[in-house]
């Protein structure tokens, strides 16, 4: 390994994951996008090669995949595919969420667990790097199927997880409601009542105050950093926020607390559009307690505009916050939303950039927070979930709030630092690749090789 060429290097594992992992487009994405911005690091410090460092980053611990058998609402058994990554424990139990849709699969698994290994790390909480889920599609099912489902689930999955092991909390697909069917069924297994074995739980039963708006709410906090920098703030911008869903309701509503005016949001089936600004009261009740489609809202508004299966990225904005999907925002849209004049990008989903988007972003000098850092708000309200129920304490939601926005403004400062220092100025994404990798890295040495 003496004198390597880091380049080189960087290239042949990257060309080794391919070939061990055929078939995973959005996993090579995902390593593809740390490792070339980890160059300069390997030639600072080779020891990272020495010790096989990226090799063994971009290997799983394991990744487990089971049947889940269970009977629909006309006594139908079903079969889905269930999924478990626990990528990475260097600095703490793995941690990730689980995703139930229709999408998943070992691909989308391991480039979501791979990219919560940094994230984690950047949160600078000790929470390593896991993700799971199923091919299973909650849309139009029962109460009662999602709770066989998910109990189905469980029994499989259980055998793998727990407080001080693996601790899942929710994603795409997977809210309160799924993850109070899983803490149910798990207690029922284990015979005991292990709180920190989820997070995203009720609050009668553990859970943390702001979980639910931590994502959305921290995506912004970490947008009004960027924007301070470029000397803005969301006061009377135009901002356009994808999707309508967990993540996308608290990241539109803190927009607006903040004085800008969102004017578009969607969701799988097209978007809506008001250039007055919507209510995003109206779409939470609509989504959150009315379970509807976003095309609904016209009936309350009807000067909106409904556009069912077009882009979001055609509209103008200021402010474009990805809060979606992976891969929801392609080369044309970045190109349209520039033309546009955007001038701040804060990814709130995972990976919802594609590579050719964020180049277009980037040679157009528009601000650009990575989803690792952006939307790391959630993970870290987890883990100061975890934190309350080891010590068995409530945090009020205002302290939490101060806690999160101290953390998101932790991760800017150490992305904007780790880029400066090695050669990147301005670039996030490098900085989050860089600052989540050094930590993890570093703790790998220190444990051996295993
Ligand atoms: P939800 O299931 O709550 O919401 C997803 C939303 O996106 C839904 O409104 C869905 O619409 C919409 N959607 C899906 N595909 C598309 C598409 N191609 N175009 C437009 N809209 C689409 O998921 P979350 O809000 O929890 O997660 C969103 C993203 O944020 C994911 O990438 C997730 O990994 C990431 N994330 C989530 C965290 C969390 O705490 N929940 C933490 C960090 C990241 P429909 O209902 O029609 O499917």
């Known amino acids: 390994m003496e004198g390597k060429d880091a380049k080189k290097y960087v290239n042949e594992v990257i060309e080794k994951v391919r070939e061990r992992n055929p078939n995973e487009p959005e996993f090579y994405q995902a390593v593809e996008e ?25 290997e799983p611990d394991r990744l487990i995949m089971f049947r889940v058998a269970w009977i629909d609402d006309e006594g139908c058994p079903q079969v889905n595919r269930g999924y478990r990554v626990q990528f990475n424990n260097a600095i703490g139990p793995y941690k990730g969420g689980l995703r139930f849709d229709p999408s998943v699969n070992a691909s989308i698994v391991k480039f979501l667990g791979f990219e919560q290994i940094f994230k984690n790390s ?63 069924q798990y207690k029922r297994l284990r015979g005991a009542f292990e709180k ?98 976003i095309y609904e809202y016209i009936d309350s508004y009807p000067n909106a505009r409904y556009e069912a299966e077009k882009s979001i990225w055609m509209l103008p904005c200021d402010i474009a916050l990805p809060c979606a999907t992976q891969n929801e925002l392609d080369e044309d ?62 945090w009020s939601f205002e302290a939490i709030d101060n806690m999160l926005q101290e953390i998101m403004s932790n991760i800017y400062d150490k992305s904007v630092a780790a880029a400066k220092e090695y050669g990147s100025e301005g670039n996030l994404i490098a900085g989050a690749n860089i600052a989540g990798f050094k930590k993890v890295a570093d703790v790998m040495i220190a444990q051996g090789v295993i």
């Open 122 to 184: 950047l949160t600078g909480q000790a929470i390593g790097g896991g993700k799971g889920g199923a091919d299973f599609d909650p849309k139009n099912r029962s109460d009662m199927e999602i709770m066989r489902f998910t109990q189905s689930f469980m029994n499989e999955l259980s055998k793998y997880i727990g407080p001080n092991v693996d601790v899942p909390a929710g994603d795409i697909g997977v809210g309160g409601r799924e993850i109070d069917y899983m803490v149910g």
């Open 333 to 394: 849209g970045a190109k349209k939303l520039v033309e546009n004049g955007v001038y701040a990008v804060a990814e709130g989903a995972n990976m919802p950039c594609s590579h050719d988007a964020i180049a277009v972003f980037q040679n157009n000098k528009v601000a650009f927070g990575p989803g690792k850092a952006a939307n790391a708000g959630g993970v870290a309200v987890s883990a100061l979930e975890m934190a309350q129920n080891s010590s068995r304490v409530s």
């Open 196 to 293: 920190g074995a989820f997070t995203g739980k009720g609050i009668d039963v553990g859970g943390s105050l702001m979980r639910k708006e931590s994502t959305g709410y921290g995506t912004v906090y970490f947008a009004q950093r960027m924007l301070e920098d470029l000397g803005k703030q969301f006061e009377g911008q135009r901002v356009i926020v994808s999707g309508a869903g967990k993540v996308s309701i608290y990241a539109m509503e803190k927009a607006v607390e903040f004085g800008a005016k969102v004017v578009a949001c969607s969701d799988s089936g097209g978007y809506i559009y008001d250039e007055n600004g919507l209510d995003v009261e109206l779409i939470k009740q609509l989504k959150e307690v009315e379970q509807k489609r």
């Open 34 to 58: 740390l490792a070339e911005s980890l160059i300069p690091v390997f030639e600072k410090y080779p020891v990272y090669m020495e010790n096989a460092i990226l090799e063994r980053m971009v």
